[in-house]
């Protein structure tokens, strides 16, 4: 079945740096895309959120970038700091579907040296 | 504003019992979903509640099921639990379809 993957199951980067987490997903369909941050012990916390029809959308210091005709979903952290450091989560959900159809990714592991 | 909450937080159960977990979501929020997490199979979905109505159901056997209250509380019973439904059950609460979803801390069940 249709599912979404991440390319990088970990990724290590420098305090102060900028960090690259990619998603890939398989579901035409799929109209909306949320990241998640999960840190240890705790459950997914909301980061930000694209719709199908943009292809990028800024946070504090997050972005997030949409590519449609590969499929493929990123989260930009920028000057990523020691608490950051968490599994992060791509997850997508199809066209009119409730939000029991939010389809996970099986997560990437970002630590940040000091 | 209170956050999803969920209780208890950490359950010891004996394989063959049965298991209740509850989920009180955001004031206001009607949609309620439940997820199972494991390190082998990551975030799996169970079912969905809005208004009291089941909306969707995952791919998971008849021993799981659940329910919503008129006050949008949600319960989930798993019951002849066996060591693999050994997760962390995670609750999530929306305003409605396609909207942001919001999680509580989960419930954390050891099957021995």
């Known amino acids: 079945g249709e599912s979404v993957g991440l390319h990088l199951p970990t990724l290590s980067v420098q305090e102060g740096d900028n960090s690259i987490i990619n998603c890939a997903y398989s579901?035409?369909?799929?109209?909306?895309f949320i990241w998640y941050k999960q840190e240890s012990g705790k459950g997914p916390q909301f980061i930000i959120d694209i719709r199908s029809n943009m292809d990028k959308r800024q946070g504090q210091r997050v972005t997030v970038l949409l590519n449609k005709t590969v499929k493929h979903l990123s989260l930009q952290i920028a000057a990523t700091q020691p608490g950051d450091s968490a599994v992060y989560f791509c997850a997508e959900m199809m066209g009119g579907g409730s939000q029991g159809n939010l389809i996970f990714g099986k997560g990437t592991k970002l630590s940040v040296k000091p | 504003k209170a956050g999803v909450t969920q209780t208890p937080r950490y359950l010891i159960k004996t394989r063959g019992q049965q298991v209740t977990l509850s989920c009180s979501p955001i004031?206001?929020?009607?949609?309620v979903s439940w997820y199972q997490q494991t390190p082998g199979q990551g975030l799996q979905f169970l079912f969905e509640y809005f208004s009291e109505t089941q909306r969707n159901k995952g791919n998971f056997p008849g021993r799981f099921s659940g329910r919503q209250f008129s006050n949008s509380r949600s319960e989930m019973n798993v019951s002849t639990l066996e060591l693999g439904d050994s997760a962390l059950y995670l609750c999530?609460?929306?305003?409605?379809?396609?909207?942001?979803?919001?999680f509580g801390q989960g419930t954390r069940l050891t099957v021995v």
């Open positions: 999530a609460s929306s305003w409605g379809m396609n909207t942001e979803a919001f």
């Open positions: 579901n035409s369909a799929s109209d909306y």
């Open positions: 004031s206001g929020h009607r949609s």
